[in-house]
């Protein structure tokens, strides 16, 4: 069994058509993978959904059907939703320290959450988790992290802006 946590940014192409979609569904959809989620991400979806619909000029009928299908993949144990555990707050705090003081890059609270989140599952499950985003960013300041490179593989929907791999 292979674990796969994933950001809101990469799940969001298991329900919105877009390059990376076939990979996100293909993993999303294998009976040998399980894939997890923040509780944050249960919030922030749909606001992905939302800016989804107001720049393609969809309807409130569209972003109903594509939370439905979210909140399906929920409710039959397809996608698993996380708590954040106290420790995984401290952590953040830490990856604040790390991140936007030490090198001076931007974090958001939300990627911050999540991506500790995903260290707390691999540590629950005691097996290395792949973290999938498709946020350069996360990406780019999470591979520089022994901690968090020491229990998950992080992979990058896209390209990465440096040349470097897009796996870590």
Same mark, same amino acid.
């Given at each position: 069994?292979?674990?796969?946590?994933?950001?809101?940014?990469?799940?969001?192409?298991?329900?919105? *058509?877009?390059?990376?979609? #076939?990979?996100?569904?293909?993993?999303?959809?294998?009976?040998?993978?399980?894939?997890?989620?923040?509780?944050?991400?249960?919030?922030?979806?749909?606001?992905?959904?939302?800016?989804?619909?107001?720049?393609?000029?969809?309807?409130?009928?569209?972003? *109903?059907?594509?939370? #439905?299908?979210?909140?399906? *993949?929920?409710?039959?144990?397809?996608?698993?939703?996380?708590? %954040?555990?106290?420790? &995984?707050?401290? #952590?953040?705090?830490?990856?604040?320290?790390?991140?936007?003081?030490?090198?001076?890059?931007?974090?958001?609270? &939300?990627?911050?959450?999540?991506?500790?989140?995903?260290?707390?599952?691999?540590?629950?499950?005691?097996?290395?988790?792949?973290?999938? %985003?498709?946020?350069?960013?996360?990406?780019?300041?999470?591979?520089?992290?022994?901690?968090?490179?020491?229990?998950? &593989?992080?992979?990058?929907?896209?390209?990465?802006?440096?040349?470097?791999?897009?796996?870590?």
């Amino acid at each position: 069994m292979k674990d796969y946590f994933f950001d809101t940014c990469a799940l969001q192409h298991r329900y919105i *058509d877009s390059e990376y979609s #076939r990979r996100v569904r293909l993993l999303t959809s294998r009976r040998d993978v399980k894939c997890y989620i923040s509780e944050w991400t249960v919030a922030e979806i749909a606001s992905t959904f939302a800016l989804h619909c107001r720049k393609q000029s969809l309807s409130v009928a569209k972003f *109903d059907a594509l939370i #439905r299908r979210f909140l399906e *993949d929920v409710a039959s144990s397809r996608l698993t939703v996380v708590a %954040t555990p106290k420790r &995984g707050f401290v #952590r953040a705090q830490q990856l604040f320290r790390f991140a936007g003081v030490q090198k001076s890059l931007g974090l958001g609270t &939300g990627d911050s959450l999540i991506a500790m989140c995903a260290m707390e599952v691999a540590r629950m499950e005691q097996r290395r988790v792949h973290f999938m %985003t498709s946020d350069w960013k996360l990406f780019n300041i999470i591979r520089r992290l022994d901690a968090f490179q020491s229990v998950c &593989g992080c992979e990058l929907l896209g390209r990465p802006k440096d040349g470097s791999s897009a796996v870590a």
